[in-house]
């Protein structure tokens, strides 16, 4: 069913900290995509990732692709009130690659 | 701002009643996608236009249908709406219906079913 499960489900950090969300799955996909959603509007897609081990940096937030491309984390250093949010990971259907299914997110909360 | 526009962004219905929402794409983008997100949880992918025609549909009804306009605009109906149908509908347009195309998002239609 690919199923994605992201941890935790609700994450509240001062401003400064660090912090990694984690997205896992029992089942191989061939690519993940991380999203970041705002109340009242839409997710807006911050990275994908395609090769198994691979990193990719976009300013403070770090996205890893484990090895068996069954899971993948993000990281932000030095968590900012703008990075407040639900954070979605997603990956394509084995049988329709074009629908893509979605984590139930990790809602974030970042305090001033 | 995506470009992906949607309407009504609220709407409310009883139980029996039918819906239409709709989305207008980005421009130069020839396919739509729609999802349903109920309240804390991640988007559902209901189905996806491409070129006017169904290009995949996810695990919904046949109560669940849709339009794509030669303009690439599109249509989502639902008709004997259940209470379990209030949720979030999101639309999503891209350049091509093919895997890992960066997925344009509107704001949503939230429904209510009363």
């Known amino acids: 069913t690919q199923l994605l499960e992201q941890s935790p489900q609700f994450l509240s950090i001062q401003e400064g900290e660090n912090l990694t969300v984690y997205c896992n799955s029992s089942s191989v996909f061939s690519s993940l995509q991380w999203y970041r959603q705002e109340p009242g509007e839409g997710p807006v897609l911050l990275v994908t990732?395609?090769?198994?081990?691979e990193v990719k940096k976009l300013k403070r937030l770090t996205f890893q692709f484990g090895d068996a491309r069954k899971d993948s984390s993000l990281h932000i250093t030095a968590a900012q009130p703008g990075d407040t949010g639900l954070y979605l990971c997603a990956g394509p259907s084995w049988v329709f690659n074009n629908d893509m299914r979605f984590g139930a997110g990790t809602r974030l909360t970042v305090k001033p | 701002e995506t470009g992906v526009t949607q309407s009504p962004t609220h709407l409310i219905k009883t139980r029996g009643q039918q819906v239409t929402l709709r989305c207008s794409s980005q421009s130069g983008h020839n396919t739509v996608s729609w999802y349903q997100q109920a309240l804390g949880q991640g988007p559902q992918f209901i189905f996806q236009y491409y070129r006017e025609e169904e290009n995949g549909r996810g695990n919904f009804p046949p109560r669940f249908s849709g339009l794509q306009f030669p303009n690439y605009s599109s249509e989502l109906n639902v008709n004997a709406l259940e209470l379990d149908d209030s949720a979030l509908y999101l639309c999503?347009?891209?350049?091509?219906?093919?895997?890992?195309?960066?997925?344009?998002f509107g704001s949503g239609t939230q429904l209510s079913v009363l």
């Open positions: 999503a347009s891209s350049s091509q219906s093919v895997a890992n195309e960066k997925l344009f």
């Open positions: 990732v395609v090769t198994g081990g």
